[in-house]
């Protein structure tokens, strides 16, 4: 997720929010993974799952939604000094 999130920052993430609220970055279980991705909101109601160094794009259709699980929204980046 570079140049957003370097590796050694600390996330302060809001596990309240276990689903989507629309864009943002969020921490996902997903395919046994934990995953933090940026995430986009497609028209036929699928979503996608971007990553910010590269702008890899990794698109989940509506019919895997149920598999990938919001562990909480990333709502601070603590740069690591």
Request: hydrophobic residues 40%.
């Amino acid at each position: 997720m570079e140049p957003t999130i370097r590796a050694g920052d600390l996330l302060l993430v809001d596990t309240v929010i276990d689903h989507v609220r629309g864009e943002g970055i969020y921490v996902f279980r997903w395919n046994g993974s934990v995953v933090v991705k940026r995430i986009r909101i497609t028209r036929n109601d699928g979503v996608e799952l971007v990553s910010d160094n590269g702008g890899h794009i990794e698109k989940v259709p509506q019919t895997e939604l149920p598999e990938l699980h919001a562990a909480g929204r990333v709502v601070r980046v603590i740069r690591a000094v």
